[in-house]
RNA sequence: GCCCCCUUGGUGAAAUUGGUAAACACAGCGGACUUAAAAUCCGUAGCCUUCGGGCUUGCCAGUUCAAGUCUGGCAGGGGGCACCA
């Protein structure tokens, strides 16, 4: 029979004006039905979507119908990261504004998701650059202010003397700056910080909670805050003459090796280091090396260990006599522990290196297993193995955690200047957040320097500090510096003429509070915080791995700083997380070494391989690896020409079928073709089944058998697994239950003979497969609803219920196992007793010949599993 | 250097968490329909085999009645952090 095929190009932009002209997918804050959000990570608008976008847009969108198929009021907003460095790159490089270049590409971004038929509610929408949205950042940087939670102080950052801007770390490659190339110079600029150390302890600690998220980004974050338990040591001066303080405090995580100290080691940016160096030009001519060297990963690999020494020295806290010499070291960080430490040459290979290269003493105090006091030695490799400590007085014969106790029980004990020699501490390499921006594009900071009363935080009445429209990028730098009169202001607090802060925030700032905006975006203040705290936190968080760190902790800190300022009460903001794999394509290079895109080639079989020809001129060109699409390998595949090729749903069902989702997916053309097959399969099925004139709603009989009985009862159980799949989040999975289901119904050939039954149970299957495929393909699953003769969207459709009775297998196929191998089947009925299937066993021709007359050593039976005898 | 993850047919993968390995799909092969092609439909499919069966989840051991799944070791691939004291 001739049916009609589905035409994705008209059905699909039918069905998007429908949900959007009924605001299907707006969300009422005050819906008394149980909360539901789901959140992707919103895009930076580039220019245009790009195939990573339709995967993480696409699985949030299963989830958020599914969910609202379950009765939860859902919100599934989405927004726009707009700030940021690219718009002043466009500006400089066309000549066009930031602000148009960014709504420009919102405009067409948007345009493309909404091609996508996502169920999001757009009268939420914003985007960080609205005045709106960063009016309020600066309300919360204030409130922070007020709250302590943000401060000033002198850093290092990197610094481009070309484009005159800092660079994140990011953004220096191979000690370079990424735009300009030149060589990125260490400056020391005052910044604006925000306190996320403050709240180390309980970020590390909450981790234990998030069982939502990925233990791989768990383990990412934990390490990143990097907690080390250990002591912090006064060493007296030896000659406390010549220096200020009495003392020289270090933090170490192994005091039980302080035996084996021959050194200290002060960075170049130490007071002590400074002090020295105003009388000595060399170690002055040193430490300024080191600062141009900078911490480069290059410069790192390789820096050998340097130093010199100061001229003085402290006392070994332990060893009556013994002075230890003090030395500037290139490899000792300013912004860690106190910067400053004792060397262990023996156990610690860094230590071990420096005392090599100018003479030190290298004494071993652990004694690792299996070796001998007398002779154990160290060459060129620190022992860090475990051990027990010898050559250590007191410590001798101890285990490591031992001696690490007797040393600090002793040293906080001890006073020295009258404070304890030794204390306890905890330390995190986690660092404060450095947030100034010297860029144009971003939320200015709303303070106000004045010669008379310093820094002054803008009024809140005064805000919002908008950006000045009227800029110009024809030179390198922050145009807002040289802005003819935006910069000049009265003081807030004296009312002189004063100077407005030029930096902006970091974007990152932008993004770690959109998800609490969302929730109330048109309040006049950042949050109403009873809305936010209803809502929050995300119950399902969806995006890519690149965000592990960075992203994820800013907004963990943000939720409590946040609470802190009374913005909203959420212990954490995303409960879920889930971290998508990227978009793979295979990639194509011509024989002089150029990228080639799938798009200029023709593909060929020959002899069981596949060659790719370029379409212009026929040549050849090698087919390579499976990569990430990206711009320069040019294997990337444009979403728009999918979508108008083969409409939203089949690119739907690509992203979904096949790869779990935390994997890597490759596209590939003979995929989006399978996938469009597949939807037109769908659509033939009800088309067929409308065209044979069918009731939808026929009355299935009370009892069914063959057929019409195995279709209903996988029906049934096709609901209940593809629930329990979309709530694993197991997409793939549901995927190949759909097909299971269709494949069944695509073998029961309906027809004027066919009974009754099968009729109902056949509709009843229709109707189900409509509001299963819903949240994966949902213009298609709108249009087959229709054929139903229902007259509702499926978007107000509740998921159906299945019934339990159905999901009962009345015979079990059990396999029968002789010493765990498989060797015959049996069919019992459910309920069977055990005596009664051991007797079925035993009577198997398989089981009595591999008996042989004798009787079973153990006989295994696993309740609806599996019959193992062991002979 | 430290930490973590992964490895199943030609390919993407599934496996009720220790219980029939390879569901489902892609590509393939054979067939039907067609003047032909596309589309569609049906069938087939891990490897070896003397047709009895044997082997098979990167490799080698172990635990167990039973291992893709647990333990130890090895190999290959990927990721994170990285002068963090």
Same mark, same amino acid.
């Given at each position: 029979?001739?049916?009609?095929?589905?035409?994705?190009?008209?059905?699909? =932009?039918?069905?998007?004006?429908?949900?959007?002209?009924?605001?299907?997918?707006?969300?009422?804050?005050?819906?008394?039905?149980?909360?539901?959000?789901?959140?992707?990570?919103?895009?930076?608008?580039?220019?245009?979507?790009?195939?990573?976008?339709?995967?993480?847009?696409?699985?949030?969108?299963?989830?958020?119908?599914?969910?609202?198929?379950?009765?939860?009021?859902?919100?599934?907003?989405?927004?726009?990261?707009?700030?940021?460095?690219?718009?002043?790159?466009?500006?400089?490089?066309?000549?066009?504004?930031?602000?148009?270049?960014?709504?420009?590409?919102?405009?067409?971004?948007?345009?493309?998701?909404?091609?996508?038929?996502?169920?999001?509610?757009?009268?939420?929408?914003?985007?960080?650059?609205?005045?709106?949205?960063?009016?309020?950042?600066?309300?919360?940087?204030?409130?922070?202010?007020?709250?302590?939670?943000?401060?000033?102080?002198?850093?290092?950052? &990197?610094?481009?003397?070309?484009?005159?801007?800092?660079?994140?770390?990011?953004?220096?490659?191979?000690?370079?700056?990424?735009?300009?190339?030149?060589?990125?110079?260490?400056?020391?600029?005052?910044?604006?910080?925000?306190?996320?150390?403050?709240?180390?302890?309980?970020?590390?600690?909450?981790?234990?909670?998030?069982?939502?998220?990925?233990?791989?980004?768990?383990?990412?974050?934990?390490?990143?805050?990097?907690?080390?338990?250990?002591?912090?040591?006064?060493?007296?001066?030896?000659?406390?003459?010549?220096?200020?303080?009495?003392?020289?405090?270090?933090?170490?995580?192994?005091?039980?090796?302080?035996?084996? %100290?021959?050194?200290?080691?002060?960075?170049?940016?130490? $007071?002590?280091?400074?002090?020295?160096?105003?009388?000595?030009?060399?170690?002055?001519?040193?430490?300024?090396?080191?600062?141009?060297?900078?911490?480069?990963?290059?410069?790192?690999?390789?820096?050998?260990? !340097?130093?010199?020494?100061?001229?003085?020295?402290?006392?070994?806290?332990?060893?009556?006599?013994?002075?230890?010499?003090?030395?500037?070291?290139?490899?000792?960080?300013?912004?860690?522990?106190?910067?400053?430490?004792?060397?262990?040459?023996?156990?610690?290979?860094?230590?071990?290196?420096?005392?090599?290269?100018?003479?030190?003493?290298?004494? =071993?105090?652990?004694?690792?297993?299996?070796?001998?006091?007398?002779?154990?030695?160290?060459?060129?490799?620190?022992?860090?193995?475990?051990?027990?400590?010898?050559?250590? /007085?007191?410590?001798?014969?101890?285990?490591? +955690?031992?001696?690490?106790?007797?040393?600090?029980?002793?040293?906080? &004990?001890?006073?020295?200047?009258?404070?304890?020699?030794?204390?306890?501490?905890?330390?995190?390499?986690?660092?404060?957040?450095?947030?100034?921006?010297?860029?144009?594009?971003?939320?200015?900071?709303?303070?106000?320097?004045?010669?008379?009363?310093?820094?002054?935080?803008?009024?809140?009445?005064?805000?919002?500090?908008?950006?000045?429209?009227?800029?110009?990028?024809?030179?390198?730098?922050?145009?807002?510096?040289?802005?003819?009169?935006?910069?000049?202001?009265?003081?807030?607090?004296?009312? !002189?003429?004063?100077?407005?802060?030029?930096?902006?925030?970091?974007?990152?700032?932008?993004?770690?509070?959109?998800?609490?905006?969302?929730?109330?975006?048109?309040?006049?203040?950042?949050?109403?915080?009873?809305? %936010?705290?209803?809502?929050?936190?995300?119950?399902?968080?969806?995006?890519?791995?690149?965000?592990?760190?960075?992203?994820?902790?800013?907004?963990?800190?943000? %939720?409590?700083?946040?609470?802190?300022?009374?913005?909203?009460?959420?212990?954490?903001?995303?409960?879920?997380?889930?971290?998508?794999?990227?978009?793979?394509?295979?990639?194509?290079?011509?024989?002089?070494?150029?990228?080639?895109?799938?798009?200029?080639?023709?593909?060929?079989?020959?002899?069981?391989?596949?060659?790719?020809?370029?379409?212009?001129?026929?040549?050849?060109?090698?087919?390579?690896?499976?990569?990430?699409?990206?711009?320069?390998?040019?294997?990337?595949? +444009?979403?728009?020409?999918?979508?108008?090729?083969?409409?939203?749903?089949?690119?739907?069902?690509?992203?979904?079928?096949?790869?779990?989702?935390?994997?890597?997916?490759?596209?590939?053309?003979?995929?989006?073709?399978?996938?469009?097959?597949?939807?037109?399969?769908?659509?033939?099925?009800? %088309? /067929?089944?409308?065209?044979?004139?069918?009731?939808?709603?026929?009355?299935?009989?009370?009892?069914?058998?063959?057929?019409?009985?195995?279709?209903?009862?996988?029906?049934?159980?096709?609901?209940?697994?593809?629930?329990?799949?979309?709530? !694993?989040?197991?997409?793939?999975?549901?995927?190949?239950?759909?097909?299971?289901?269709?494949?069944?119904?695509? !073998?029961?050939?309906?027809?004027?003979?066919?009974?009754?039954?099968?009729?109902?149970?056949?509709?009843?299957?229709?109707?189900?497969?409509?509001?299963?495929?819903?949240?994966?393909?949902?213009?298609?699953?709108?249009?087959?609803?229709?054929?139903?003769?229902?007259?509702?969207?499926?978007?107000?459709?509740?998921?159906?219920?299945?019934?339990?009775?159905?999901?009962?297998?009345?015979?079990?196929?059990? =396999?029968?196992?002789?010493?765990?191998?498989?060797?015959?089947?049996?069919?019992?009925?459910?309920?069977?007793?055990?005596?009664?299937?051991? +007797?079925?066993?035993?009577?198997?021709?398989?089981?009595?010949?591999?008996?042989?007359?004798?009787? $079973?050593?153990?006989?295994?039976?696993? $309740?609806?599993?599996?019959?193992?005898?062991?002979?």
């Amino acid at each position: 029979m001739a049916t009609e095929r589905y035409n994705p190009r008209e059905t699909e =932009p039918r069905w998007q004006s429908y949900w959007s002209d009924k605001k299907i997918f707006e969300t009422d804050n005050d819906d008394p039905r149980e909360k539901y959000y789901v959140l992707e990570m919103f895009p930076y608008p580039s220019g245009r979507i790009h195939m990573g976008h339709v995967r993480n847009y696409t699985m949030g969108d299963v989830v958020a119908r599914f969910k609202r198929a379950k009765g939860f009021n859902v919100l599934h907003p989405m927004g726009w990261d707009a700030f940021g460095m690219p718009a002043e790159n466009a500006a400089m490089q066309n000549n066009t504004h930031p602000k148009a270049w960014t709504y420009e590409n919102i405009a067409t971004m948007r345009d493309q998701l909404k091609s996508m038929g996502l169920s999001l509610d757009w009268s939420r929408e914003f985007a960080t650059c609205d005045v709106d949205y960063y009016h309020r950042q600066q309300m919360l940087f204030l409130d922070f202010l007020d709250k302590d939670l943000v401060y000033r102080k002198e850093s290092k950052v &990197n610094w481009d003397p070309v484009d005159q801007t800092v660079l994140a770390n990011e953004q220096v490659i191979d000690g370079c700056g990424w735009r300009s190339g030149a060589p990125v110079e260490q400056r020391n600029l005052t910044q604006w910080f925000f306190k996320i150390t403050d709240f180390s302890q309980d970020l590390l600690d909450e981790l234990d909670n998030l069982d939502g998220w990925p233990e791989k980004v768990r383990l990412m974050q934990r390490n990143w805050i990097g907690r080390s338990e250990g002591l912090r040591i006064h060493f007296e001066f030896a000659d406390a003459a010549s220096v200020e303080s009495e003392t020289l405090e270090v933090f170490t995580t192994r005091p039980d090796t302080l035996y084996g %100290a021959s050194f200290m080691a002060v960075a170049a940016e130490h $007071p002590l280091a400074l002090k020295a160096a105003e009388t000595n030009p060399e170690l002055a001519a040193f430490i300024d090396e080191c600062r141009k060297l900078g911490t480069s990963v290059a410069a790192l690999e390789t820096a050998e260990k !340097k130093g010199i020494a100061t001229g003085f020295k402290v006392k070994h806290p332990l060893v009556e006599g013994e002075e230890l010499p003090i030395y500037v070291a290139n490899f000792i960080l300013m912004d860690y522990g106190t910067g400053a430490i004792f060397g262990c040459p023996a156990h610690d290979q860094r230590d071990l290196d420096f005392a090599r290269t100018y003479g030190l003493p290298v004494k =071993p105090v652990v004694l690792p297993k299996g070796e001998d006091a007398a002779s154990f030695e160290i060459d060129t490799t620190a022992n860090t193995d475990d051990g027990v400590l010898f050559n250590s /007085e007191f410590l001798d014969g101890l285990s490591i +955690d031992e001696a690490k106790d007797a040393v600090a029980d002793k040293l906080e &004990n001890i006073t020295v200047g009258g404070v304890a020699q030794g204390m306890r501490q905890v330390n995190f390499r986690l660092r404060d957040w450095g947030i100034s921006r010297q860029r144009y594009w971003g939320c200015p900071i709303p303070v106000v320097h004045c010669d008379d009363c310093g820094v002054v935080p803008v009024k809140a009445t005064d805000l919002p500090i908008e950006l000045p429209d009227d800029i110009n990028f024809d030179k390198p730098g922050n145009p807002l510096d040289r802005h003819p009169t935006w910069r000049a202001v009265a003081c807030p607090s004296c009312g !002189k003429p004063a100077k407005r802060e030029t930096d902006t925030m970091d974007t990152f700032v932008d993004s770690s509070w959109y998800f609490a905006r969302f929730t109330d975006p048109k309040a006049d203040t950042p949050t109403t915080p009873q809305v %936010a705290s209803d809502w929050l936190p995300v119950d399902q968080y969806i995006g890519g791995i690149e965000h592990a760190i960075l992203h994820l902790l800013y907004s963990r800190f943000f %939720a409590r700083a946040m609470g802190v300022a009374g913005h909203l009460n959420a212990d954490e903001p995303f409960k879920g997380l889930f971290t998508q794999g990227m978009v793979t394509h295979e990639t194509y290079k011509a024989d002089d070494g150029k990228w080639i895109s799938p798009a200029e080639l023709r593909f060929e079989e020959e002899g069981g391989s596949r060659k790719a020809y370029l379409l212009d001129g026929g040549s050849e060109v090698k087919i390579g690896g499976i990569e990430k699409m990206s711009k320069s390998k040019r294997n990337t595949v +444009d979403p728009t020409d999918i979508l108008e090729t083969y409409g939203a749903d089949t690119a739907r069902w690509f992203m979904l079928s096949d790869t779990p989702p935390e994997r890597d997916l490759e596209w590939t053309a003979a995929g989006a073709d399978g996938a469009f097959r597949f939807v037109q399969r769908i659509y033939r099925l009800f %088309a /067929e089944f409308k065209s044979q004139g069918l009731d939808p709603n026929a009355a299935i009989p009370a009892t069914l058998d063959g057929q019409a009985l195995e279709l209903r009862k996988l029906a049934h159980k096709t609901v209940s697994l593809i629930e329990q799949d979309i709530e !694993k989040l197991g997409f793939n999975r549901a995927v190949a239950r759909v097909y299971e289901l269709v494949n069944l119904m695509a !073998k029961v050939k309906l027809n004027d003979k066919s009974d009754d039954a099968i009729k109902a149970v056949f509709a009843e299957a229709l109707s189900y497969l409509a509001i299963l495929i819903n949240p994966m393909i949902p213009h298609l699953a709108e249009e087959c609803w229709i054929m139903l003769g229902n007259e509702t969207s499926l978007s107000n459709t509740d998921w159906p219920q299945f019934d339990p009775a159905l999901l009962v297998e009345n015979e079990i196929l059990m =396999p029968v196992q002789i010493n765990g191998k498989k060797r015959a089947e049996l069919t019992i009925p459910a309920d069977a007793d055990q005596k009664s299937i051991e +007797d079925a066993v035993m009577k198997l021709d398989a089981v009595q010949n591999a008996l042989n007359g004798g009787t $079973p050593k153990k006989l295994i039976i696993v $309740p609806k599993r599996i019959i193992n005898v062991v002979v």
